[in-house]
């Protein structure tokens, strides 16, 4: 009979033996869950050359023609067109049009020359600043005034 500790020995080295082939197993399921764009890629391409190269083999140069085909060798001017008359109607119209007086137009009114647009307690002119050019307030403030 065996001794205890062989039959021990012999069932875990089957149970070690059986892992690692699950392990290799799953992992070469792995990579057949992969993504084929590259494969379907190349299919397209095969695809559209195969279609392309059909085309060149339907294609046919057209033959050749032994007609040439010169340049005229007399030139005839084609006749002068016909003189265009003037319509009067629309000289009739433009002599009209002149012939009515315009209305004036208004003088151009500056914002800028009326004194309405400043305030009062301001003085913009030039006369008496001392070459400051900036306005003088003519009114004092009133700081206690709420």
Same mark, same amino acid.
């Given at each position: 009979?065996?001794?205890?500790?062989?039959?021990?020995m012999?069932?875990?080295?089957?149970?070690?033996?059986?892992? =690692?082939? @699950?392990?290799?197993?799953?992992?070469?399921?792995? $990579?057949?869950?992969?993504?084929?764009?590259?494969?379907? /890629?190349?299919?397209?391409?095969?695809?559209?050359?195969?279609?392309?190269?059909?085309?060149?083999?339907?294609?046919?140069?057209p033959?050749?023609?032994? *007609?040439?085909?010169?340049?005229? @060798?007399?030139?005839?001017?084609?006749?002068? =067109?016909?003189? $265009?008359e003037?319509? @009067?109607?629309?000289?009739?119209?433009?002599?009209?049009? *002149?012939?009515?007086?315009?209305? /004036?137009?208004p003088?151009?009114?500056? $914002?800028?020359?009326?004194?309405?647009?400043? =305030?009062?307690?301001?003085?913009?002119?030039?006369?008496?600043?001392?070459?400051n050019?900036?306005?003088?307030?003519?009114? $004092?403030?009133?700081? @206690?005034?709420?």
């Open positions: 009979m065996e001794a205890a500790w062989a039959v021990q012999r069932k875990l080295t089957s149970i070690f033996l059986k892992q =690692p082939a @699950t392990l290799l197993v799953s992992r070469i399921a792995a $990579p057949a869950v992969t993504r084929g764009f590259a494969q379907s /890629a190349s299919v397209r391409a095969d695809f559209i050359s195969n279609i392309y190269l059909e085309e060149l083999r339907k294609y046919t140069p033959k050749a023609t032994n *007609e040439k085909v010169d340049l005229p @060798t007399t030139f005839t001017a084609p006749a002068a =067109p016909p003189k $265009p003037l319509d @009067t109607s629309v000289v009739q119209a433009a002599a009209v049009d *002149e012939a009515v007086a315009e209305e /004036a137009w003088a151009v009114y500056n $914002p800028i020359d009326d004194p309405a647009n400043y =305030p009062d307690e301001w003085d913009f002119t030039t006369d008496n600043d001392d070459g050019l900036l306005p003088q307030r003519l009114v $004092p403030v009133d700081y @206690t005034h709420h």
